[in-house]
């Protein structure tokens, strides 16, 4: 059973999370770090930038993109 086309956009949408636990250097210490990856096309941060405030104008360039 596959996903559908719906769920798969919704995944790609998404955000990636990566999370890792390691000791410090001296053993002291428990480092968990987590870093999250989210990719934009350039047209939203030009369109952010500009100063643009309608977003279905912002949302017809991003379409352009995706």
Same mark, same amino acid.
């Given at each position: 059973? /596959?996903? %559908? %086309?719906? +769920? $798969?956009?919704?995944?790609?949408?998404?955000?990636?999370?990566?999370?890792? *636990?390691? +000791?410090?250097? &001296? /053993? +002291?210490? *428990? *480092?968990?770090?987590? !870093?999250? !990856?989210?990719?934009?096309? %350039?047209?939203?941060?030009?369109?952010?930038?500009? /100063? +643009?405030? &309608? $977003? &279905? &104008? *912002? $949302?017809? $360039?991003?379409?352009?993109?995706?």
């Amino acid at each position: 059973m /596959g996903l %559908t %086309t719906k +769920k $798969e956009e919704q995944l790609r949408s998404m955000p990636i999370i990566r999370s890792s *636990v390691n +000791k410090s250097k &001296d /053993g +002291k210490y *428990v *480092v968990q770090r987590t !870093t999250i !990856t989210h990719i934009k096309p %350039t047209a939203y941060y030009e369109a952010v930038l500009a /100063g +643009k405030r &309608d $977003e &279905d &104008d *912002v $949302e017809e $360039e991003l379409k352009e993109f995706a």
